[in-house]
């Protein structure tokens, strides 16, 4: 029986109080808060440009033609609204959750994506959502209706993390249906190669999309305090592995510390928003304490 | 070679190994793998660490099963029993001639016994006896044939004597440990007495590779009773008093016994039967007033009956010898006041003398064989010794003489003095001439001047000393001493003599003391207690040695071959007198370290002084080594 996912409404009633705003320029299709490579209609004055026949006349600024005896349109900057695409690694991995911590790693995505979703849609942004798993691909294109936010959590619900991911084969596929600029936000584990999530990352720079990448970790893959030697299988690979966990937990945290190191790295040479997050901690605060972040680097 | 246990039933904490081994499958159990989703960073890795800690728990697993089998298998004991003779053998048979060995059937078992083992006797091996009585005594030596030894153990009956265990088998041991042969063994062929097994030190173990096998030839019939001892004085002075015997009959029997004790004086009867019951394993004291009917020995003999199992103990010899006068040498060189102190004191005077001194003058530069001559020297100060005279002095007092020395105003450190340790400090120490200094300490536990502790014994302290001169005495025990330590008399034991040494002459410008009512007292006690410590032993048991040089043998009478009217007692040893057999777990749990028993095929136990435990410990040292190997490689990590 699938487990089901601990939705948290205050959660979701809360984020309501917050603000995404893009760090780049994006491409809606409706009114928004951000901003638009077009120009538009907004309050926020652009540019001059000179008139070509055919242009409004409404738009000529008379002012600049009495002191320069030119025909001068004045040109807006256009808002518009988001356009996000967020992809939730939905891996056997993902469902993994040790003693004494709230969430599954996948929980934990699945309440921070739907965060985010609602957080977006209060905003009038478009939203869609992309679940990997090896051999599934679930893809909701980006829509504004409320019924699209409940379409969102029954995928959530409808998918158990089991099998791979692979994120480079995902995004392959993504830039074909997300082709405009837009917010791409990555809630994964990413114990994949770096290298190949350096790829997919910017095969999405590529096409001048807003990056956030969120790697979920559970507190145990960080510090790995197993006291008794038994066997361990993998998740993901079903390999399994005697393990005696004194012997072990030196060389296993400098290779999770090395494989942490790498992908930070990766993520701070293309420019992409990078965030370890574990299970452990509150949702809404991490979350807020990331918005706050955000809103200061703007 | 066979290897046994001593004590197999421990083999049942084998069953202990089951704790290790459920403990090692506990490990390895396989209970539900974990889920985890990081294996990709520890599985390269795995496969070594899993093989090596496989190969941990293996060890680990083995080293607590060895352990424990080792500790098992050391309180099992295991010996290694090796076959009963060889060619190249070398055995030595201890047999107990000691006076139990007369109770019963016991020697016609031992006789049995002897025989068996000389028909044991294989071509090529060799082979001695020793007999063990009051001491071990080897009867026949190494490199005889079969007959030689059928020969000399024909003759051997028991004696009389006490049970030297431990003197037998470390002189069987000396013996062995010169011959170069590949098995040695002591058989020893005993009745197991526990009073003679009891003494045995078995802290000092027999050499590393003899064998000693014991042959128990006693019966179980602990019905025996003796008299183990007679209290008699050493001497008596008049015909008229009699003197106390004291014997003590003790009943060793597992019933109360009804016993008719009787004593014989001189042959006679003494008329006084005593019909006693003595309770199971009880004592009871019987004294006699004997009285003697001449000025000789008085030769007397307690005993017991009916008769039992040791017809031997059932009498007991006492001896009283009449006492002869003490003869008192003296060395002076002039008429001195101190004379007439001790003439009155030791010299008989014409027919009214006491016969308790007789008084021998000695020439100071050549008084001849002091010991046939005299019990006492008393010298004076002031005498020159020539270097004859010194060394007869020394000769006299280191084999049991006594002498007794007056300091005074002329004596001069001579050598002859240091050489008894004897130092003079300063010329004369002066007390108060007005009233004289008192005594400070006296030695009252002194058999010479305990008289004087009683109430109406005469008071010492009451003594006024003028003067004496200060010495050291090197090794002596102090009788008197004034307020300032210095000693007045001191008694100083020089080889089985003495020398007592006065501080000043016996004169009254020194001392008021000679003209006490106490110095004659205390003179006749002493010279009486110096020439008593001069007098041999007179009572003995059957194997020691006499004065004369003999051995005593047969309980009886012997007379001394250099005083006509004394004579010597020899007795049966009280100890054999008790016939309670050391059972073999009893001597077993005292054989528990460092011999251990290794066989008790037939009837007799078997010990060795070599493979006892060795093994044992080397077992228990192996579960320390596993134990300690376990502890390292179950808190080892690679790495």
Redesign the interface.
């Known amino acids: 029986m699938p487990q089901s996912i601990p939705w948290d409404p205050h959660l979701l009633a809360r984020v309501e109080t917050l603000e995404w705003r893009s760090r780049v320029l994006v491409n809606g299709f409706l009114q928004g808060l951000h901003r638009s490579p077009m120009r538009g209609f907004s309050s926020e004055f652009s540019q001059y440009r000179p008139y070509y026949p055919g242009d409004e006349l409404k738009r000529l600024d008379w002012r600049a033609y009495g002191r320069l005896d030119r025909l001068y349109v004045r040109e807006y900057e256009a808002e518009t609204n988001l356009r996000c695409q967020i992809l939730v690694d939905a891996s056997g991995s993902m469902g993994y959750r040790s003693a004494n911590t709230p969430f599954r790693k996948y929980d934990y995505a699945a309440l921070l994506a739907a965060a985010l979703i609602r957080l977006l849609q209060t905003q009038r942004d478009a939203c869609g959502l992309t679940l990997m798993q090896t051999g599934v691909f679930e893809y909701l294109p980006p829509k504004l209706s409320k019924a699209h936010f409940t379409r969102c959590l029954a995928a959530f619900e409808a998918l158990a993390p089991k099998g791979g991911s692979d994120l480079l084969a995902t995004v392959n596929h993504l830039v074909n249906l997300f082709p405009h600029r837009g917010l791409v936000a990555i809630f994964s584990d990413a114990w994949e190669d770096p290298d190949r999530i350096s790829s997919a990352l910017e095969r999405l720079l590529f096409d001048k999309h807003d990056i956030c990448f969120f790697q979920i970790v559970d507190p145990r893959e960080l510090d790995f305090k197993f006291s008794e030697s038994r066997m361990f299988r993998d998740m993901e690979t079903g390999l399994r592995v005697p393990v005696t966990p004194e012997w072990t937990r030196a060389k296993y945290l400098n290779a999770v510390a090395k494989h942490l190191d790498a992908l930070k790295q990766k993520c701070l040479d293309i420019g992409v928003v990078y965030r370890v997050l574990t299970t452990t901690q509150p949702p809404f605060e991490t979350f807020a304490a990331f918005m706050a972040e955000r809103e200061r680097r703007l | 070679m066979n290897w046994m246990l001593l004590a197999p039933l421990y083999l049942l904490g084998g069953l202990a190994v089951a704790i290790p081994l459920i403990v090692h499958l506990k ?1 390895r159990q ?2 539900l ?11 390269p ?2 496969s070594r ?2 093989r090596w ?1 496989n190969l941990v728990q293996l060890l680990v697993f083995s080293l607590r099963v060895l352990a424990l089998l080792a500790l098992v298998l050391a309180f099992a004991r295991p010996w290694q029993k090796k076959s009963a003779f060889a060619v190249e053998e070398a055995g030595i048979l201890v047999l107990d001639v000691s006076g139990s060995m007369n109770a019963g059937q016991a020697w016609d078992r031992a006789g049995d016994k002897i025989k068996a083992w000389i028909k044991s006797r294989e071509a090529g091996t060799r082979a001695s006896v020793i007999s063990m009585g009051r001491t071990g005594r080897q009867i026949v030596p190494f490199g005889g044939n079969i007959k030689d030894l059928e020969t000399a153990l024909a003759k051997v009956e028991p004696t009389y004597e006490g049970t030297a265990v431990d003197q037998a088998l470390r002189e069987a041991d000396d013996l062995l440990q010169k011959e170069n042969v590949r098995r040695k063994t002591i058989t020893v062929i005993s009745d197991m007495t526990a009073t003679a097994w009891d003494k045995v030190k078995w802290d000092q173990p027999l050499s590393p590779g003899v064998r000693l096998l014991i042959d128990d030839v006693s019966e179980h019939k602990p019905e025996n009773a003796a008299v183990v001892n007679v209290t008699a004085p050493r001497n008596f002075l008049k015909m008229e008093d009699p003197f106390p015997v004291t014997a003590t009959i003790r009943n060793f029997a597992e019933v109360p016994k009804t016993l008719w004790i009787t004593c014989r004086v001189n042959d006679k009867d003494w008329g006084k039967v005593i019909n006693a019951t003595l309770p199971a394993g009880g004592a009871r004291d019987v004294a006699f007033a004997i009285k003697p009917a001449g000025f000789m020995p008085v030769k007397g003999e307690i005993r017991i009956e009916p008769e039992d199992i040791l017809p031997q103990d059932n009498k007991r010899f006492f001896c009283v010898n009449p006492r002869n006068p003490v003869r008192v040498g003296r060395l002076k060189s002039d008429p001195q006041e101190s004379d007439i102190f001790l003439k009155t004191a030791l010299m008989p005077y014409g027919e009214t003398a006491s016969n308790r001194f007789a008084w021998i003058e000695l020439a100071p530069d050549n008084p001849g064989d002091l010991k046939k001559q005299v019990d006492v020297v008393i010298m004076d100060e002031g005498i020159n010794l020539s270097q004859n005279s010194a060394s007869l002095l020394t000769t006299f007092v280191r084999n049991g003489g006594a002498i007794v020395l007056i300091l005074g105003e002329a004596d001069q450190p001579t050598a002859w003095e240091q050489e008894m340790g004897l130092t003079l400090d300063r010329k004369r120490s002066t007390g108060s001439l007005a009233t004289g200094q008192h005594f400070h300490a006296i030695e009252f536990r002194h058999p010479a001047l305990q008289q004087f502790s009683m109430p109406r014994g005469g008071d010492l302290f009451r003594v006024n000393m003028y003067a004496w001169r200060a010495f050291k005495l090197a090794g002596a025990q102090p009788l008197i001493r004034m307020v300032n330590g210095d000693p007045l008399l001191a008694i100083r034991n020089i080889g089985t003599g003495k020398l007592v040494v006065f501080a000043f002459p016996f004169e009254r410008s020194w001392s008021d003391w000679p003209l006490q009512a106490t110095f004659l007292p205390m003179l006749d006690r002493l010279v009486n207690w110096l020439a008593e410590q001069g007098l041999g032993n007179q009572n003995f048991l059957a194997g020691d040695p006499l004065p004369d040089g003999q051995r005593a043998g047969k309980p009886g009478f012997v007379q001394d071959p250099v005083i006509s009217n004394q004579a010597w007692v020899v007795n049966l040893d009280p100890a054999e007198s008790d016939l309670i057999r050391k059972f073999n777990p009893r001597l077993a749990s005292r054989l528990e370290n460092p011999v251990r028993v290794i066989t008790t095929t037939g009837q007799a136990p078997v010990f060795s002084g070599e493979e006892k435990n060795t093994l044992s410990w080397w077992l228990l040292l192996a579960v320390v080594a596993f134990s300690l190997a376990e502890l390292c490689l179950a808190n080892r ?3």
């Open positions: 490990n396989q209970s793998p974990y889920l985890f989703p990081t294996l990709r960073f520890i599985a890795s795995q660490l899993h800690r990590t690679p790495g």
